[in-house]
Each structure stands twice: as structure tokens, then as C-alpha cells.
């Protein structure tokens, strides 16, 4: 073997043993750091089993994003459960296994009651515990090691207290209350909110054994009274569906009111095999209200956005439990990264110590944590104590109800007195609330016309509607910022108007050209997103909220996406259409707009807004027939002249060339398809990739020739038959690499 052979053959094995030590080492690395065990402590048996499962699956959901993306500094996150079986006697005999767990912190539980069991043990065995679920006041008291990233009982009973008095205004109300601490806590926070009003009080045994018994007892007595008015139910999420049950079975259909246990979907299960729901469907929800902490229509993006991810890991449409466990898998995992923490056997107690620490520092909006609904931080009582919003059932979807009470926090920054009395406001005490109207917004593709990808265009005809509570037109007086043509939507000439449902009701029909941000970079495998965007500047997002028209868009879930009908889209002959999304957004603004009594303040304007985006994929088949199979035959022409004998090196050399100098004309003629684009695209990367294989070809020829020249004909051959093998081996890559990315979609 010649000297410049063993050269190039040690160059080579270099390279080789390099990469495989690389590899290696960043395997090694993250192979070798210990993982962190995290107990989740929640019901995965029992009665309350299905709303345990959400909250666990939410947690995992997030705990297997952060593991994706490098862990907590380098350390995988390990999930252990630990099942409380629904009952707070379960949930105390798990602290002690807990304790002597590798665990260095717990998320959970889910009920107030098994929470409430196991904090005196966590506290002991000094192991800090974070509920994003739990509301009963008392469980924080007191105990500097639970942490609870929820509101509580006595916020939401004081909640439900202001929406009847200031919305429903309801002259007859009924509060019925579990004899623990949840129900003496929801009980307290009601009276602050009802002070001055007439209300009758109810209390039931929530014990297990007697439970059914003492929830009959107050539905006949409530069945006896001259007005039923409104019946409200102040107890945890475990003994509501008995109090339900009792009272729908005595007759009474009148409105309930139920505390935030009752607030999602997963309700609805305690009654799917009860004969009166097999039935009647609905039987048990019809006239149900709820409060709860998160309800996904009204939600912004992140929370959208968390709510597909959720579907399509569990197959299942989350609520606001797994909202609320969304929410304390945050804060932990933020908790963790700033403890910096050891996860070693002999650092265990430290570690605890640590997070309790860094999680009590959470405490203002400068340490908060970005949660789905805004930013995440305890008070001093190691609460979030936020008002909640008022859903109510219908045809077993839970909804935002139509009016709303949300708490102003600036009311220093603003003219208090006016909009009190223009009503836009309430003042409960030292409360202040805005009175917001939710709009239920619709977006319906008539046809999608053209998409023009190099003018960054399209143009579409669709219908609008809105349904609100209200005889003016504050909420239609909307902007489209992507409308070429504003002309085309003029919010005071409704196709339609009217009233339907007891809400004013505006439809609008809407088609011209509308501006797009394409992202070519897949291109042409790419997907692309149409967003049609309304927001409203007129009115702050505290006065008006858009949410999704569910039942007027028929969506197959609250995940805010629909897969519906593709004939408005059957003209697009390159495109296949894939789904429609619709979710909420705003427009923030720090601005103090001048006015001086905004200048010391943390002012955020937000302006509510609605969204829907048609999602379509590029028919990348004709593109490939047109475009890459001319340059597959050019890679083949190519290739072949890597078996051109010695006669032949001048082909060897011009070849290549014309096949680079043909190819740079299909480059140019594809990049005139997409105009100015500063990055580069999918298909380039295949047009560099031939370009270097050109060159692969005639350097091998030149080496060829030159080595043969010097009458080293064998070193000739052996670097033929390397380039044959490097050039295929290489275009089999290239190809792999683009199926694996884009083919297996």
C-alpha cells in the first residue's frame, strides 16, 4: 500500500473514531446523569378515578416535553404514582412510602379531602407538595410545605355569590354545603359575596356511608319551598354528583349553580350509566352552571394549543383539571431548575429543602412562571386566589356562560366613578369587576379561491357570525389587520340580525384577498397555515371576549379544531386540504396612552380577538413529477460517468457541468415560483446536494487522470470504485433523510 493510500485511509478512520466519540460522549452524558423522581399523588382508582387520570396524564404530558428537550440541567424527570384510591385514608397511608422514596417533591392530589389527609405528613416528613386542583382553604394554612396552584374554595364561593347577585340576580337562592372544611370555607367566601341578601342555608353529612342519605333529605326539604329559585352546591368535587343526583331526582329542574368540581367535561361521567341519563340525555346537566378556573373556549393560544397536544396524547378533550395540573408540572419543574439541585441518594433531603424554597420565591409577578392563561405565582399564603369564570352545560359540552364578572386590577389607572355608573363596572367592597360580554364567534369557508404563494396572498370567501348578550354593536366593530381591501367587511351592514337563543345575533358574509406570512422553508412538502384574525381595538378584552361557537360550527371537539367538509377547498388542485382551527387571541399593549394616571402603573391593555385557520398541505406529487424527476435523471446521467473509461475524460468533466448548469436553471425557475424568500428551502437543499455530487464527479475525474498520468492505475480504479460508492451511498442518504422527514407525514 503507496504512502498517500495508508494516508487517505488513516484521514478516514479519524474522522470515523471522531464522530463515534462524540456520539458517544453526548450519549454518555445524558445517559449518566441520575434521574429526578417526581411522586405524582393522585386518584387513578375510585370514584374519582377519570378526573385522577386527566390530571396525571396532563403532568406527564409536560414532564415528557422537558425530558425531550434536555430535562432538569441534564437529569431525566422520572414520574412515579402513587394512587390515593379516591379516599383520604389511602392518601395518608402513601406519605409515608412517599418519604422514603428517592421523590424529591409531590404533585397532588386531586381531591381537597386526600389533600387535605396527606399534608400533615408532608409537612412532617418536610417533602414540598404542589396541587393545581385542590381548593379548600385550609390545606395552606398553616403548613409552609403545600403549595397550591389553584384558587380557593371560599374565592369561588364568594365568585359564585357576586355572578348572582350582579348576572343572575336571582331573588331566591338555596346554598347547599358539605358539613368539612370545604363547605364551611365555600360558605364563608359566599356570605362576603352575598352580604345584604336573603339566602337560605342547607348542609349535608359528606361522609360516605350517610352521604346519599343526607343529600335526599335536603332535596325534600328544598322541594317544599314556595320559590326554588337557585340552588347552589358548595362542596368538593367528590360529593357533588350526590347532591345533584338527589335534587334532579326530586323534581327540581330549576337553575344549579355547582362549585368548580363540577366545572368540565369529565363531570358528566358520574352520570353516563344512570338510567334516567341513558334515557334523556342530559337529564342531570340540563341547567347546570359551574364555575371553574379555566374553560378552554375562551382560552388564549397557549392554551389551545395545550389542548391539541392533549387530545391527540390521550384521545380525550382536557378541562381545567388538567389545566390546573398543566399549571403545577410548571411551576415544579421551574422550581427544580432554579434549586439546582444535586438528585443524588445523599442530597435527597436537600434537594426538598431547596424546592420549597425556590417554589416560596414564586411570589410576585418578576419570579412568576408563563402558565396557559397568563402568569403563574403564589401569594403569601402560597395560593392563587383568582376569580373564576361561569360555564354552564349544554348537549354535554360545558361553555362559557354569556356574561362574565373579571376583576379589575388597576383600578387606580382608570375613571372609576364614570364607568360605574355607566355600568361597565361593579364594585363589590374593595372589588371592582368589569362586566364582560362573551361573544360566540363563527367562521365558516364558503370557497378558498387562490392562494398565491409569491405575492404572499389569498383570496377567500367566507361567513362570519357573532351571538352576545346586549342590544348595541360594540362587539361587531371589528378589523380584519390582514384584509387587503377593507371595504369588503363593514360590520354595520349585516347580511343578517336578529335574536337567537335570547342572544343578539349578526351574520356577515366576507370575500376578497387577504395578506399571508407563508413559511416556505419545507417547500414543497410544506404546510401551510391561511389565518383569517379579527380583534377588536375599540373595546378592551376585559369588556369583550370572543370565544368559539361550538355548537354553531359543529366542532368534533373544544380542542378549538374541526375536520369538516374540504369541497371549498376541491379548486385547489396543488393543495389537500387537512383541518380548520379556531381559538381566541389578543392584541397586549403597554401603553399608557397618555394619560397620567396610568404613569405609575403596570398597565396592560389587552384587546380581544378571534381567529380561524384553514391548515393545507402541498400536493407534492406533481411537483416531483414536474420538477425532481428531470433532476433524478440528471443525478443518474451523472453517476454514469463514474464508469466512463479513460477515453472518455473529457465527457467525464463536461458532463457534470451541463448537468449543474441545467439544474441552476430548474433552481431559478422554482425560486421565481416563491419569490423573495431569505432562507432556504426544502427543494434547495436536493439542488446544493446534485450541485456537490457534480462536483464529487469531476474532481474524481481530475484525480483519475492525474493518478494515472503518475502510472498509478490501480490507485485510479480504487478511487473510481470509492466515488461510485460514496456518490450512491450519499444520494441514498439524501433520499432517506427526505423520506424520513416529509414522506412518512
Not at 393522585?42 to 387520570?53: E, H, N, Q, R, V
Not at 389511602?90 to 386531586?110: F, K
Not at 349578526?506 to 384577498?513: N, V
Amino acid at each position: 500500500m503507496s504512502h498517500l493510500t495508508r494516508r487517505v485511509w488513516a484521514i478516514i478512520v479519524g474522522v470515523s473514531l471522531a464522530l463515534v466519540l462524540a456520539v458517544g460522549s453526548a450519549t454518555l452524558l445524558w445517559i449518566g446523569q441520575s434521574p429526578i423522581c417526581l411522586a405524582v399523588a393522585t386518584s387513578i382508582t375510585g370514584p374519582s378515578s377519570s378526573a385522577g387520570l386527566e390530571s396525571f396524564s396532563a403532568a406527564k404530558l409536560y414532564i415528557d416535553e422537558v425530558n425531550r428537550t434536555g430535562g432538569v440541567h441534564g437529569h431525566p424527570v422520572e414520574l412515579t404514582v402513587f394512587d390515593d384510591a379516591s379516599t383520604a385514608d389511602q392518601a395518608r397511608a402513601n406519605v409515608e412510602p412517599i418519604a422514603q422514596s428517592a421523590c424529591i417533591a409531590v404533585l397532588g392530589h386531586y381531591l381537597s379531602t386526600a389533600s387535605l389527609a396527606a399534608g400533615p405528613g408532608y409537612k412532617a416528613a418536610r417533602i414540598p407538595a404542589l396541587t393545581g386542583t385542590s381548593f379548600v382553604d385550609e390545606l395552606t394554612k398553616d403548613n409552609p410545605y403545600y403549595f397550591r396552584a389553584q384558587t380557593t374554595s371560599s374565592v369561588q364561593g364568594r365568585s359564585i355569590a357576586e355572578y348572582l347577585r350582579h348576572v343572575l340576580q336571582t331573588p331566591a337562592v338555596h346554598i347547599v354545603h358539605s358539613r368539612d372544611s370545604f363547605g364551611r370555607s365555600f360558605l364563608d367566601g359566599f356570605a362576603t359575596g352575598y352580604e345584604g341578601q336573603a339566602y337560605d342555608i342547607w348542609s349535608f353529612d359528606p361522609d360516605p356511608g350517610t352521604r346519599s342519605a343526607s343529600a335526599q333529605a335536603v332535596a325534600d326539604a328544598l322541594v317544599r319551598q314556595p320559590d326554588q329559585g337557585v340552588i347552589v352546591i358548595g362542596t368538593g368535587a367528590d360529593n357533588i354528583p350526590a347532591v345533584l343526583t338527589a335534587i334532579r331526582r326530586r323534581g327540581l329542574t330549576g337553575p344549579v349553580v355547582a362549585a368548580g368540581g363540577a366545572g368540565s367535561e369529565e363531570f358528566l361521567q358520574n352520570f353516563a350509566h344512570e338510567p334516567e341519563e341513558t334515557e334523556q340525555p342530559g337529564f342531570f346537566s340540563h341547567n347546570l352552571y359551574a364555575s371553574a378556573p379555566v374553560i378552554f373556549d375562551s382560552a388564549g393560544a397557549p392554551a389551545q394549543a395545550f389542548a391539541i397536544s392533549y387530545l391527540n396524547a390521550t384521545g380525550r378533550h382536557p378541562g381545567w383539571i388538567a389545566a390546573g395540573a398543566n399549571g403545577a408540572a410548571r411551576l415544579m419543574i421551574e422550581a427544580m431548575r432554579r434549586a439546582r439541585i444535586q438528585a443524588r441518594s445523599d442530597s435527597r433531603d436537600t434537594d426538598r429543602e431547596r424546592i420549597r424554597a425556590e417554589l416560596a420565591k414564586i411570589n410576585r409577578p418578576e419570579t412568576a412562571v408563563s402558565g396557559l392563561n397568563g402568569l403563574l405565582y403564589f401569594d403569601s399564603h402560597r395560593d392563587m386566589p383568582r376569580p373564576v369564570r361561569v360555564g354552564f352545560f349544554r348537549l354535554g359540552r360545558f361553555v362559557t356562560a354569556p356574561q362574565q364578572l373579571v376583576l379589575v386590577e388597576h383600578p387606580e389607572a382608570m375613571d372609576l366613578k364614570r364607568h360605574v355608573q355607566d355600568e361597565h363596572v361593579v364594585s363589590v367592597g374593595p372589588r371592582h369587576y368589569w362586566r364582560q360580554r362573551v361573544v360566540y364567534s363563527g367562521i365558516d369557508i364558503i370557497r378558498l379561491n387562490r392562494i398565491d404563494v409569491r405575492q404572499g396572498t389569498f383570496n377567500i370567501d367566507f361567513f362570519l357570525w357573532m351571538r352576545y348578550a346586549g342590544e348595541d354593536e360594540a362587539p361587531t366593530r371589528v378589523e380584519f389587520p390582514a384584509l387587503l381591501d377593507r371595504a369588503a367587511f363593514d360590520p354595520t351592514r349585516p347580511l343578517e340580525s336578529g335574536k337567537e337563543d335570547g342572544l343578539t345575533y349578526r351574520l356577515y358574509r366576507i370575500a376578497g384577498d387577504f395578506k399571508a406570512g407563508y413559511d416556505l422553508r419545507d417547500y414543497p412538502f410544506d404546510v401551510q397555515q391561511l389565518d383569517l384574525r379579527f380583534r377588536n381595538t375599540a373595546e378592551g378584552r376585559e369588556r369583550i371576549a370572543y370565544v368559539v361557537d361550538t355548537f354553531g360550527l359543529r366542532l368534533a371537539g373544544d380542542n378549538g379544531s374541526s375536520v369538516s367538509d374540504a369541497s371549498p377547498y376541491s379548486g385547489l388542485q396543488l393543495w389537500r386540504y387537512l383541518q380548520t382551527r379556531y381559538f381566541v387571541t389578543s392584541l397586549p399593549s403597554m401603553s399608557t396612552l397618555g394619560k397620567a394616571s396610568a404613569f405609575g402603573s403596570v398597565v396592560r391593555t389587552e384587546y380581544a380577538g378571534f381567529s380561524a385557520s384553514v391548515v393545507l398541505q402541498r400536493d407534492f406529487a406533481i411537483f416531483m413529477l414536474k420538477t425532481l424527476l428531470p433532476l433524478f435523471l440528471l443525478a443518474i446521467v451523472v453517476f454514469t460517468t463514474l464508469f466512463f473509461p479513460e477515453t472518455l475524460f473529457r465527457e467525464r468533466t463536461t458532463i457534470p457541468v451541463t448537468a449543474m448548469l441545467t439544474s441552476a436553471v430548474l433552481l431559478v425557475s422554482v425560486n421565481n415560483q416563491l419569490g423573495d424568500v431569505g432562507y432556504t428551502v426544502a427543494i434547495e437543499i436536493l439542488f446544493y446536494a446534485f450541485f456537490g455530487l457534480c462536483l464529487m464527479a469531476m474532481l474524481t475525474a481530475f484525480g483519475h487522470e492525474r493518478l494515472r498520468s503518475f502510472g498509478k492505475v490501480r490507485l485510479a480504479h480504487v478511487l473510481d470504485r470509492s466515488t461510485q460508492v460514496l456518490y450512491a451511498g450519499t444520494a441514498l442518504a439524501i433520499f432517506g433523510l427526505f423520506y424520513w422527514r416529509y414522506g412518512m407525514q
